[in-house]
């Protein structure tokens, strides 16, 4: 027996084709979902929160000499 209420998720890329925005679902939830081609899927759509840690490894870490020298002023 099939649960409609099974989701399955991925995060994709989002790219404008004309005047509208698509995503490209991953061919893993194609088979798994048995979806084929011009049919109705709802999407549930929800913003990934973008992480910064490492981003600007060339700064280096913050002492309480350094904000003693005003560099963090």
Do not use: H, W
Not at 42 to 63: C, H, P
Request: aromatic share 6%; no cysteine; hydrophobic share 35%.
């Amino acid at each position: 027996m099939y649960n409609m209420e099974q989701e399955e998720s991925a995060i994709v890329k989002t790219r404008r084709i004309g005047g509208s925005i698509v995503v490209t679902i991953p061919s893993e939830i194609v088979k798994l979902e048995q979806l084929d081609e011009n049919q109705l899927v709802e999407i549930k759509v929800k913003r990934t929160r973008t992480i910064y840690f490492g981003a600007l490894k060339v700064i280096g870490s913050f002492t309480r000499e350094d904000r003693a020298k005003g560099q963090l002023d």
